[in-house]
């Protein structure tokens, strides 16, 4: 008996060890909550938003620097060749299906997606705070599929977080998402809970607004050749009172000093924090910025120090014949946004002797890159990053009304934008829309997209890569006068392998996207 007894107590004690074990073990895992927990109140949904707008400015460098070099406004740039082959490859049209640039953007794009779907599939819009997120939620959605539709044609359609066996979406057709984007603007439109402005004049509001999504909507209206239906929408945004054209210098609308002007209508904020510099630590203002180790400037306001601006997205020289053509070499927003090397010159900024950079002999003005905008190191501009400006909403504008018959609105709307620059009425006819736009959002990567849907990407970019041209100074002695030419070079020999040919008019899917899903189809030619 003792023998029996004794062995039922060894095993409740076993049983007892190891319940008491488990218990021990069975710990909540902390700082880490499950769906059940989260996106469950106001605060919760307030960081979920504000992790999109986290999202888009994340994306700008790639962004920006993609849709500029697939224009005609710059050339890749940089101090010599190779020194920027990834964004050459993209200004030239040698890139392949693993470019990184493309990869980037891509991925970027689904990355907002997935954030908007993540709002939508779990919070539940039962206050204002949370009804405001439904809202934003949808038009980022909507954001990431006009280009991915306007730049890659069909492409999966993500509407809901995916379970692991809905990874490898094949294509859905460009009806499916076009209405998916139409839907998303007009629930988020409709929904009355978009921020919106006081008056032109208020800078308080950095959200994104009613008539921001109207934009968006009129654009993917546009782009369907819906002009009546996208003229409606522009002219209830001119109609607003909400924004207007910048009434300051117009050299400074890109710059800091313009920061939430009356003309911005979304921009991502970045702060002057002297303590935490790194917190706006950026590639972007620095890789735009003239080529400072083969140029010399007296002036501290140029950052004149090694490796400060690295020349890339520089003008081409037929983008500054286009303005002269149309304004004079006096124009007034010609000498705001772009200088000559001569001028340059007399501003004390010079090519150093015996030393060459990628230029034609232009440099852009309106995104020079001050000393003043990043006062601890050049790498930390606080300059805030802009995405669209009201001058682009009266361009969109004169567009549909023209296309849709509407002379006296076009007429209207394309003037507007012509007085600020100090250029007399004109009557809007298509072309003279087109030439407005390239002049005014010169290099603000609207200029790719334009020329892909009008059709003429083929024609102006067919050539582009044959050539790139070199500032160079041949003067190699201090006692010699400078002697700064511009020469082009071939590189290329191939035209098989440069220019815009007609598969470009969308571009590829990544190759990883390719391997990853055995349903998706790659897109004609590549």
Request: hydrophobic content about 35%; some cysteine; proline content about 3%.
């Amino acid at each position: 008996m003792k023998n029996k007894y004794l062995l039922l107590l060894i095993v409740g004690l076993v049983a007892l060890s190891n319940t008491s074990c488990e218990s021990r073990l069975d710990i909540p895992q902390k700082g880490v909550l499950d769906y059940s927990f989260y996106y469950q109140t106001d605060e919760h949904a307030e960081a979920a938003s504000n992790a999109l707008y986290i999202e888009l400015k994340g994306t700008y460098y790639n962004y920006t620097m993609l849709k500029n070099a697939l224009s005609d406004d710059v050339w890749a740039g940089g101090g010599g060749r190779n020194d920027n082959a990834e964004l050459e490859g993209c200004n030239e049209f040698s890139f392949g299906s693993d470019q990184s640039f493309i990869r980037g953007v891509w991925e970027s794009y689904y990355s907002l997606i997935y954030k908007a779907n993540v709002i939508l599939g779990h919070i539940e819009p039962d206050t204002d705070v949370k009804k405001r997120a439904h809202a934003e939620a949808k038009f980022f959605r909507a954001f990431a599929y006009f280009d991915l539709i306007s730049m890659w044609g069909e492409v999966p359609l993500v509407d809901h977080e995916l379970t692991p066996d809905e990874y490898q979406m094949p294509k859905a057709s460009k009806e499916e998402l076009w209405a998916l984007v139409e839907q998303d603007l007009n629930d988020a439109i409709n929904s009355g809970y978009l921020a919106e402005k006081q008056d032109a004049y208020d800078n308080s509001v950095w959200r994104v607004t009613k008539q921001v999504a109207q934009t968006m909507l009129g654009k993917a209206l546009l782009w369907q050749n819906k002009y009546s239906e996208a003229a409606k929408v522009f002219n209830e945004v001119r109609n607003s009172g909400k924004y207007k054209l910048y009434e300051g210098e117009y050299q400074n609308i890109l710059t800091y000093i313009a920061e939430g002007n009356s003309e911005s209508m979304l921009e991502s904020n970045r702060i002057l924090d002297l303590n935490n510099p790194m917190d706006e630590f950026s590639f972007y203002e620095v890789m735009n910025h003239w080529r400072m180790d083969n140029l010399a400037a007296s002036s501290a306001q140029f950052y004149d120090y090694k490796e400060t601006g690295w020349g890339f997205m520089v003008p081409q020289k037929k983008l500054y014949d286009a303005f002269v053509a149309e304004e004079g070499v006096d124009g007034y927003r010609l000498n705001h946004t772009m200088k000559t090397y001569e001028q340059m010159n007399e501003l004390g900024v010079k090519l150093q002797k015996g030393k060459s950079i990628i230029n034609e002999g232009v440099f852009l003005w309106k995104r020079r890159f001050s000393s003043s905008e990043a006062p601890i190191t050049f790498w930390c501009s606080y300059n805030n990053y802009r995405w669209m400006r009201y001058a682009e909403v009266l361009l969109l504008a004169a567009e549909a009304n023209f296309m849709a018959g509407n002379q006296s609105e076009a007429d209207a709307a394309l003037n507007e934008v012509r007085s600020r620059a100090r250029l007399p009425f004109k009557p809007a006819t298509l072309e003279a829309i087109k030439l407005e736009k390239r002049l005014e959002l010169c290099s603000e990567y609207t200029r790719y997209q334009d020329i892909i849907r009008w059709g003429d990407a083929e024609a102006l970019l067919k050539n582009q890569g044959a050539t790139t041209p070199l500032l160079i100074n041949k003067s190699s002695s201090q006692n010699e006068p400078d002697n700064v030419v511009v020469e082009y070079v071939q590189y290329n020999t191939d035209p098989s392998r440069y220019g815009f040919k007609p598969k470009h008019y969308l571009l590829p899917i990544p190759a990883t996207e390719m391997r990853l899903n055995p349903n998706m189809v790659q897109n004609e030619g590549w």
